[in-house]
């Protein structure tokens, strides 16, 4: 974006606005109507929130990605050009899932999260063989983690189990702890 002229760089974002948000309603239309049981309860938006926030570590990793190639932001209009619309579509893909796919969104969220933790231990070892500065691992990880929460949300998503969440064959996975209070 350097030495473009400033009236470009907002038409540029104004067009990235506008294009992101009408991809996300797309997507969210795409759905259908929600169930009764499913527009009462917040697994939908737990799940939108949930993509927003891959999004958002996405939106890290290309970041630090382009830094890494010589590409720096020189300002914030540069990081909205690509950040916006990943924030909508992710957004958008998770309130879809939660909408549509409820049976899916436990399995998504674990294999994206497990994606997530392969994917910067990963990068932190490839970013320090690839890169001699003390940021190498760092921006490794970054970059590792964003891949690896694409791929295990992606693969979490696909071999996730269907049916019905009410069938009583499947147990809900448990987890409790104690907390011991003085009083």
């Given at each position: 974006?350097?030495?473009?002229?400033?009236?470009?760089?907002?038409?540029n974002?104004?067009?990235?606005?506008?294009?992101?948000?009408?991809?996300?309603?797309?997507?969210?239309?795409?759905?259908?109507?929600?169930?009764?049981?499913?527009?009462?309860?917040?697994?939908?938006?737990?799940?939108?929130?949930?993509g927003?926030?891959?999004?958002?570590?996405?939106?890290?990793?290309?970041?630090?990605?382009?830094?890494?190639?010589?590409?720096?932001?020189?300002?914030?209009?540069?990081?909205?050009?690509?950040?916006?619309?990943?924030?909508?579509?992710?957004?958008?893909?998770?309130l879809?899932?939660?909408?549509?796919?409820?049976?899916?969104?436990?399995?998504?969220?674990?294999?994206?999260?497990?994606?997530?933790?392969?994917?910067?231990?990963?990068?932190?070892?490839?970013?320090?063989?690839?890169?001699?500065?003390?940021?190498?691992?760092?921006?490794?990880?970054?970059i590792?983690?964003?891949?690896?929460?694409?791929?295990?949300?992606?693969?979490?998503?696909?071999?996730?189990?269907?049916?019905?969440?009410?069938?009583?064959?499947?147990?809900?996975?448990?987890?409790?702890?104690?907390?011991?209070?003085?009083?």
């Open positions: 974006m350097y030495g473009v002229p400033a009236h470009m760089r907002r038409e974002s104004r067009y990235a606005i506008r294009a992101s948000v009408t991809l996300a309603l797309s997507l969210v239309a795409l759905c259908g109507s929600p169930k009764p049981a499913t527009a009462q309860n917040l697994e939908a938006l737990a799940a939108g929130a949930a927003l926030g891959a999004g958002v570590w996405w939106t890290m990793s290309i970041a630090s990605a382009r830094a890494r190639s010589g590409t720096v932001l020189y300002e914030i209009d540069d990081i909205f050009s690509y950040a916006l619309p990943v924030g909508a579509v992710s957004f958008g893909a998770g879809a899932l939660g909408l549509s796919e409820e049976e899916r969104v436990g399995e998504t969220l674990l294999g994206g999260a497990v994606g997530w933790g392969v994917g910067f231990a990963v990068g932190w070892v490839v970013g320090d063989a690839i890169w001699e500065d003390p940021a190498g691992p760092w921006a490794g990880s970054v590792g983690a964003g891949v690896g929460l694409l791929a295990g949300s992606l693969t979490g998503f696909l071999l996730a189990e269907t049916g019905s969440v009410e069938d009583e064959s499947r147990s809900p996975l448990t987890l409790g702890f104690t907390l011991p209070l003085p009083w």
